[in-house]
């Protein structure tokens, strides 16, 4: 095998043409590229065997950018437009969300607004047919479904669908169009006073959403807000920069970038934002990553509202793509990114990727996520919030105001062989297959089922059955460790098969000790005991 890591930064300045005039030194760029291209024709010529030059090309690339951060990453053409879809905020297809169902494709629920929703297509219909093709009962899995339903818009895909209640195949003929990934899910009125939002990521079209769904909540009657950002592990810096201007007045710092070739940037708020009054508490754990950070870290600077949870991830390098010839890319670091008071949450990556990667098992082993006196923070990464002067931590994410333990009291293995086997997943499918139509009289929206339905003994025996028949066999001390978290989380499948993923979040956060502390927060004297600012 080739060894290519002594060249690999050789490499890098074939494309020192992309980059400033003042990272360039010609001399040495020119001595690279003879080196490097000196090597590439001897190896072509010479070397024993056939060799794919452009292959050589991309694990030189690929090494180059691991041995400089985590962060800064190859994407080959192929790869490209499937990363980007996420923040696109689109993709072109027919628009449902689906499962493998009993080896038949089960639409889970139509994207709101696609194509499929407008023809009249419903949850819980099962694909049998694609362009007059049998694909039930033939092994079907989740890229052949991506492969047979996405493409280009304008195009027409015909389905046969079996609809409970019809003797016959209703066709359905799908034209092609974009289809919007949303990045926040509805949210819902805790109380009623508070609302609840979560962000999932930080894309093109996730202000807009969120400020959507914020105006439906505002109009049930909330005055306060539940923003969680748990498990968020960016976006785009922009998208980051909008949201956080949505909660501060204007002229606010909320962001500044800065790196050894770029000038310092600076981000300020607008007057524009449309939670500028009534508390705040914003959900962050380890997952919260990046964008989610600067949000956060704006908010807490500026003591708007209370950061509760867990350290975030702490990823404070901001990536820029460069085009190659082929139509693949690199994304490489090109500055750090600082909040209002100056911290910069980038935690160390001097160990290595796989050290750098492995982080959040340290904090686990350390006690850091269920103990908060294990987090051990010098006081050289001390600093100061902009009105009140709180302390806040700088040098490796963003340190909570309030910390929630994870709880792992009430985990067992039944319960996580459960989840692992996707008996959760199928069982809820079997059961709205069966009950979906009373299930949606009884209930008529999220709200008076989130209220109102039980998991009777009868369903968690008949759940617990059906996990017998998976071959996940039934452990009485697991089941009764766990028994609340079981029934909560099959209540939370079947409220996201009946509504939607917002639903699904709204049944599992009763049982959530961070969304009950933010309640408790916003319910109490808190916020005016950590001077936090707020209006009413």
């Given at each position: 095998m080739i060894q290519l890591k002594n060249v690999a930064l050789a490499f890098a300045l074939i494309f020192s043409s992309l980059l400033p005039n003042s990272l360039q030194s010609q001399s040495k760029s020119q001595q690279a590229n003879q080196k490097f291209n000196q090597l590439l024709n001897v190896v072509s010529a010479f070397y024993v065997d056939s060799v794919n030059e452009m292959e050589m090309v991309d694990a030189a690339i690929v090494r180059m950018l691991a041995d400089l951060d985590p962060h800064s990453v190859y994407i080959p053409k192929k790869d490209k437009e499937k990363?980007?879809?996420?923040?696109?905020?689109?993709?072109?297809?027919?628009?449902?969300?689906?499962?493998?169902?009993?080896?038949?494709?089960?639409?889970?629920?139509?994207?709101?607004?696609?194509?499929?929703?407008?023809?009249?297509?419903?949850?819980?219909?099962?694909?049998?047919?694609?362009?007059?093709?049998?694909?039930?009962?033939?092994?079907?899995?989740?890229?052949?479904?991506?492969?047979?339903?996405?493409?280009?818009?304008?195009?027409?895909?015909?389905?046969?669908?079996?609809?409970?209640?019809?003797?016959?195949?209703?066709?359905?003929?799908?034209?092609?169009?974009?289809?919007?990934?949303?990045?926040?899910?509805?949210g819902y009125m805790v109380n009623d006073k508070i609302g609840y939002l979560k962000v999932t990521r930080f894309a093109r079209n996730t202000v807009s959403e969120f400020n959507a769904q914020l105006s439906d909540l505002q109009k049930e009657g909330m005055e306060d807000l539940i923003l969680d950002l748990r498990g968020n592990g960016g976006g785009y810096l922009s998208t980051a920069i909008s949201l956080a201007d949505q909660f501060l007045n204007e002229n606010k710092l909320l962001v500044y970038t800065q790196g050894r070739s770029m000038q310092k940037d600076e981000a300020y708020s607008s007057r524009g934002g449309t939670f500028r009054t009534g508390k705040l508490v914003v959900l962050i754990d380890e997952g919260s990553a990046s964008a989610s950070e600067i949000v956060s870290g704006a908010?807490?600077?500026?003591?708007?509202?209370?950061?509760?949870?867990?350290?975030?991830?702490?990823?404070?390098?901001?990536?820029?793509?460069?085009?190659?010839?082929?139509?693949?890319?690199?994304?490489?670091?090109?500055?750090?990114?600082?909040?209002?008071?100056?911290?910069?949450?980038?935690?160390?990556?001097?160990?290595?990727?796989?050290?750098?990667?492995?982080?959040?098992?340290?904090?686990?082993?350390?006690?850091?996520?269920?103990?908060?006196?294990?987090?051990?923070?010098?006081?050289?990464?001390?600093?100061?919030?902009?009105?009140?002067?709180?302390?806040?931590?700088?040098?490796?994410?963003?340190?909570?105001?309030?910390?929630?333990?994870?709880?792992?009291?009430?985990?067992?293995?039944?319960?996580?062989?459960?989840?692992?086997?996707?008996?959760?997943?199928?069982?809820?499918?079997?059961?709205?297959?069966?009950?979906r139509n009373k299930l949606s009289r009884t209930y008529k929206d999220k709200y008076a089922f989130a209220n109102n339905f039980i998991v009777s003994d009868e369903l968690l025996a008949e759940f617990i059955a059906y996990g017998e028949e998976k071959k996940v066999e039934k452990v009485d001390a697991d089941l009764e460790k766990s028994k609340i978290e079981i029934t909560n989380l099959l209540k939370a499948y079947l409220a996201r098969g009946l509504y939607n993923a917002g639903s699904y979040f709204q049944t599992l956060n009763s049982e959530d000790d961070a969304v009950k502390k933010a309640v408790d927060i916003l319910s109490d004297n808190t916020f005016d005991k950590l001077k936090v600012n707020y209006k009413k």
């Amino acid at each position: 095998m080739i060894q290519l890591k002594n060249v690999a930064l050789a490499f890098a300045l074939i494309f020192s043409s992309l980059l400033p005039n003042s990272l360039q030194s010609q001399s040495k760029s020119q001595q690279a590229n003879q080196k490097f291209n000196q090597l590439l024709n001897v190896v072509s010529a010479f070397y024993v065997d056939s060799v794919n030059e452009m292959e050589m090309v991309d694990a030189a690339i690929v090494r180059m950018l691991a041995d400089l951060d985590p962060h800064s990453v190859y994407i080959p053409k192929k790869d490209k437009e499937k990363m980007n879809e996420p923040l696109q905020g689109k993709f072109e297809g027919v628009g449902i969300q689906f499962n493998i169902f009993m080896d038949t494709i089960l639409v889970v629920s139509p994207v709101v607004g696609g194509p499929s929703e407008k023809l009249g297509i419903l949850s819980g219909d099962k694909i049998v047919t694609i362009d007059n093709d049998t694909v039930a009962g033939t092994g079907i899995n989740n890229s052949d479904v991506v492969k047979y339903l996405r493409g280009d818009k304008g195009t027409i895909v015909n389905v046969g669908i079996k609809r409970n209640g019809e003797s016959e195949l209703l066709s359905f003929d799908i034209k092609r169009d974009k289809i919007p990934i949303y990045s926040v899910e509805e949210g819902y009125m805790v109380n009623d006073k508070i609302g609840y939002l979560k962000v999932t990521r930080f894309a093109r079209n996730t202000v807009s959403e969120f400020n959507a769904q914020l105006s439906d909540l505002q109009k049930e009657g909330m005055e306060d807000l539940i923003l969680d950002l748990r498990g968020n592990g960016g976006g785009y810096l922009s998208t980051a920069i909008s949201l956080a201007d949505q909660f501060l007045n204007e002229n606010k710092l909320l962001v500044y970038t800065q790196g050894r070739s770029m000038q310092k940037d600076e981000a300020y708020s607008s007057r524009g934002g449309t939670f500028r009054t009534g508390k705040l508490v914003v959900l962050i754990d380890e997952g919260s990553a990046s964008a989610s950070e600067i949000v956060s870290g704006a908010i807490q600077d500026w003591d708007r509202g209370l950061i509760v949870g867990r350290r975030s991830f702490g990823k404070g390098l901001v990536q820029k793509p460069f085009p190659l010839p082929d139509g693949s890319e690199f994304r490489l670091t090109i500055s750090r990114y600082y909040t209002p008071s100056g911290r910069c949450i980038q935690k160390p990556y001097d160990k290595g990727s796989k050290a750098y990667r492995n982080d959040i098992n340290e904090r686990f082993k350390s006690g850091e996520l269920t103990n908060s006196d294990s987090i051990q923070m010098p006081d050289s990464l001390k600093f100061s919030t902009k009105i009140n002067g709180r302390i806040v931590y700088g040098g490796g994410g963003i340190m909570p105001d309030v910390f929630v333990p994870i709880d792992t009291s009430t985990r067992s293995d039944y319960y996580m062989n459960l989840l692992r086997k996707g008996i959760f997943n199928t069982f809820s499918l079997s059961y709205l297959d069966k009950n979906r139509n009373k299930l949606s009289r009884t209930y008529k929206d999220k709200y008076a089922f989130a209220n109102n339905f039980i998991v009777s003994d009868e369903l968690l025996a008949e759940f617990i059955a059906y996990g017998e028949e998976k071959k996940v066999e039934k452990v009485d001390a697991d089941l009764e460790k766990s028994k609340i978290e079981i029934t909560n989380l099959l209540k939370a499948y079947l409220a996201r098969g009946l509504y939607n993923a917002g639903s699904y979040f709204q049944t599992l956060n009763s049982e959530d000790d961070a969304v009950k502390k933010a309640v408790d927060i916003l319910s109490d004297n808190t916020f005016d005991k950590l001077k936090v600012n707020y209006k009413k």
